[in-house]
């Protein structure tokens, strides 16, 4: 009898004879009175077809973004009043800011910004004399962003071991180093992510599409954190009711969860809650049975946003990795490579070969197709061909792993499992080191590398994802080798920096890398091997790991040395030997040379005919000139175009166009015959200079927009292929007596900077010419790339090795100028 009435009271909920009265359950959700205003601070029109338009209008719904118009113009930048405003909102602490008593400033353009001025000086964030020095409108920038919300969110700073995520980055020493900790949490958490693979860009202004997708994923961070609750399902049943009057119409959606359990959305004419489906921005009635959708309720179990999507909206094909039936999600490896992770459906349907089956009943290795309802599996379909194992063959995929050997036909790398995979490599195998063309020789054991295969498993092209880097190369001598404590003391040592051996004052005591490498002229060594040869001298070459600078190569000098330096003339990987312009003797190199090039530890057959080489070699009791340390030129020449030529035209808003063009090629000057074109960008910086001398610096709407004055006038590009990154523009101005030169910078200010460690490039002998001294140059005309990004030149740091053009300029006397300025 109980049960019959449980019963009728159930059906009684849902088919809505029960009025409004079923909804007041623990598992139910509402809609909020604000809910009109919510809706028209997010109906932008200039973010439908933006990439960051998701998480705009998720920002919108929690009124972390507000706007006061139509426009969120998502590729401005936000200033650093308005980002800290945001930050505020997410934290709910804007009501806190609101309160405090503050005199009115005139350096503010939102209303409120003094108060979160104010704010962010309560909290520590920034000190009283700060805060009168920031400019409140400028841009903030991608650090002042990432450290500001670490600190508003209570994100804790990380330091020693654990900071890993912002050293992934090329540009980590950009970062100021007391925010550095606190800015680990947010890129270590991934709401923050670099804008190009490898850089970070920390001094860059944030943009406003970039910052709402930054806000979002630390949405989901920290509201969970506050009562926040984010939920996913199905809608299966929806209703309403109408109280004829006497209390407000309304209507409420059952939806299932995932583990079968439900719970239940309410909204009447009062309350309602904002939708979000199929990119269209609504009310609760754009809700349907069977669609898919995902809440975001708050504390008060009050509904914030529903993300809701109908229809199969895309499908995955694949490879079946593993099932979580536990957490109801399925892990599979699409043909593009990437790695799925999707969500079941509780009315998900498998069928393999057109049976019905079982989630477990697909096997790991198995292809699949998933057929998607919103975000959740709605099917899996697959094929059986080999009952033992389920496995079908792979079309075109990507394989990834650590290289532990090559031969000139297979690679061979171990999985993040430490399984062994041996793949094939063709003739037409391509290779990339961090997107630059490269070849099979660059490659080095240890590269965690992305194999892109075919049909037949054979490697179409290689990728290598990461390489430790920030290595330092030293001559000491073995004072004490402690292997039980894995450890070596070094005296007597000496520096390698820019092609010379330079002191170091005192000793040096290192651990030893797991993946020590140590050579005699007679072969390889243990740790324990190594003792025998206190006091005897070696080139070694060390890394930072776990915050440590640890030995990981190491090759006992010999008993003579001699240092030679020019163009690798020939190559002889089988005789493992290579030549040197204008050098007699042959050069062998073995397993213990150490080879270093563009701050990567290579093996001896990378070396390749036109490097520019410091090679530091002994004579053997055979007289054969064998190699202990090679360094190869560090400016990546097949990266950078160095061009000057007759600007032809300005195209559009993005790309312009060379007449007379010559190159820098091997150091020197090439014509070109063709008309080559640039494009360029926001991150292009422009210099010009009239025949007066006067210079101007401008961005990128500045030189369009005088385009006619430019047509027809001298002009010099630095440019990463095709896309301009530094550009020089000079009227009536002559530039004279041009010298190429390397060196390292140990001073420098706006105008003029000193480099030490000089050479010159000499097209009589064809060779790098050392010069003694130092050299001073001006800066006033000068362009200056840093690390595949344009800088100003007085923003260059002392310690930087630097690739410069340079030469005297009409009106200059007898000053020399830096023209072109790499820095790499």
Not at 195 to 211: A, D, K, N, S, V
């Amino acid at each position: 009898m109980k049960r019959s009435i449980l019963w009728l009271v159930l059906m009684s909920i849902l088919l809505g004879l029960w009025g409004p009265g079923p909804v007041q359950a623990v598992d139910s959700f509402y809609g909020t009175v604000y809910v009109d205003a919510l809706y028209k601070n997010a109906l932008f029109t200039d973010v439908a077809n933006h990439w960051a338009r998701d998480a705009i209008c998720r920002m919108a719904a929690l009124g972390v973004v507000r706007e006061g118009s139509n426009y969120y113009r998502p590729e401005a930048y936000v200033s650093k009043e308005d980002a800290m405003g945001m930050l505020f909102r997410l934290a709910d602490q804007e009501g806190a800011a609101q309160q405090l008593k503050v005199n009115e400033e005139t350096g503010h353009r939102n209303p409120w910004g003094v108060n979160y001025a104010a704010m962010a000086v309560r909290l520590g964030i920034i000190t009283a004399p700060e805060r009168s020095t920031i400019n409140w409108r400028a841009a903030a920038t991608r650090e002042e962003v990432a450290y500001w919300m670490a600190r508003i969110l209570n994100f804790a700073p990380v330091y020693g071991r654990g900071q890993q995520a912002v050293y992934s980055y090329r540009d980590w020493n950009r970062f100021d180093k007391a925010r550095l900790p606190y800015c680990e949490a947010v890129i270590g958490a991934k709401i923050m992510t670099g804008r190009t693979e490898g850089w970070f860009y920390p001094q860059q202004g944030i943009r406003r599409g970039e910052l709402a997708v930054a806000l979002d994923r630390a949405a989901s961070v920290f509201l969970p954190t506050k009562g926040f609750k984010y939920l996913q399902g199905t809608v299966a049943y929806a209703n309403s009711w109408d109280t004829s009057g006497a209390g407000p119409a309304g209507s409420y959606y059952q939806v299932v969860r995932e583990d079968g359990t439900s719970f239940y959305l309410v909204a009447d004419t009062n309350k309602d809650f904002l939708v979000y489906k199929n990119h269209v921005l609504g009310r609760s009635n754009l809700l349907e049975t069977g669609d898919s959708v995902q809440v975001l309720a708050g504390p008060q179990n009050d509904v914030v946003l529903v993300e809701a999507s109908s229809g199969l909206q895309g499908i995955i094909n694949g490879i079946f990795d593993y099932l979580d039936q536990g957490a109801g999600k399925l892990y599979l490896t699409g043909w593009d490579g990437k790695s799925y992770t999707v969500n079941l459906s509780p009315l998900c349907r498998v069928s393999l070969s057109g049976y019905p089956a079982g989630l477990n009943d697909l096997v790991p290795g198995q292809q699949v197709s998933v057929f998607l309802n919103g975000a959740q599996v709605a099917e899996v379909r697959g094929t059986v061909n080999y009952a033992s194992s389920g496995t079908l063959p792979r079309d075109t995929l990507a394989a990834y792993g650590a290289l532990f050997n090559k031969t000139p036909d297979t690679i061979s790398v171990r999985d993040d499992n430490g399984y062994p995979h041996t793949y094939t490599l063709t003739a037409d195998t391509r290779y990339y080191i961090n997107g630059v063309s490269a070849g099979y020789y660059d490659l080095k054991t240890g590269d965690y590398l992305k194999l892109t295969l075919d049909s037949n498993s054979r490697v179409i092209r290689v990728d290598v994802r990461s390489d430790s880097g920030g290595y330092k190369i030293y001559r000491g001598r073995l004072f004490d080798v402690r292997s039980v404590f894995r450890e070596i003391q070094f005296d007597t040592l000496l520096r390698y920096e820019n092609g010379t051996l330079n002191d170091v004052e005192g000793s040096l005591t290192l651990d030893v890398g797991d993946d020590l490498e140590a050579y005699s002229p007679e072969g390889k060594l243990t740790l324990l091997e190594l003792e025998k040869y206190r006091g005897e001298e070696a080139f070694f070459v060390t890394a930072r790991r776990d915050d440590r600078e640890q030995v990981i190569k190491l090759v006992l000098r010999g008993d003579s040395e001699r240092r030679i330096t020019g163009q690798v003339q020939e190559t002889n990987p089988y005789l493992n030997s290579f030549t040197i312009k204008y050098e007699p003797d042959r050069i062998t190199y073995d397993n213990g040379t150490i080879v270093i090039s563009r701050d990567r530890l290579l093996d001896g057959d990378s070396i390749k005919a036109g490097d520019d080489a410091v090679i530091f070699a002994t004579r053997d009791s055979g007289s054969t000139v064998k190699a202990r340390l090679v360094v190869l030129n560090t400016v990546d020449e097949s990266r950078y175009e160095i061009c000057k030529g007759i600007l032809e035209r300005v195209l559009s808003r993005s790309k312009f166009e060379v007449d007379s063009a010559s190159k820098l090629s091997n150091h020197e000057w090439r014509s070109d015959s063709s008309y080559p074109q640039y494009f360029y960008d926001s991150l292009t910086r422009f210099v010009y200079t009239d025949g007066s001398g006067n210079v101007q610096r401008m961005n990128d709407y500045q030189f369009y927009d005088r385009d006619q004055d430019f047509q027809d006038k001298d002009v010099r590009i630095i440019a990463d292929g095709d896309r301009a990154l530094a550009v020089m523009v000079f009227d009536g101005f002559t530039i004279s007596n041009e010298v190429v030169t390397r060196g390292t910078i140990t001073d420098i200010s706006s105008d003029s900077m000193v480099l030490g460690s000089l050479s010159n490039w000499s097209s009589y002998s064809n060779r790098w010419e050392g010069q003694s001294g130092e050299l001073t140059l001006k800066l006033k005309y000068a362009v200056a790339v840093k690390n595949g990004q344009a800088r100003e030149p007085g923003t260059l740091a002392v310690g930087d090795p630097v690739y410069v053009l340079r030469g005297s300029v009409s009106g200059g006397g007898s000053d020399i100028y830096a023209l072109q300025m790499l820095v790499e």
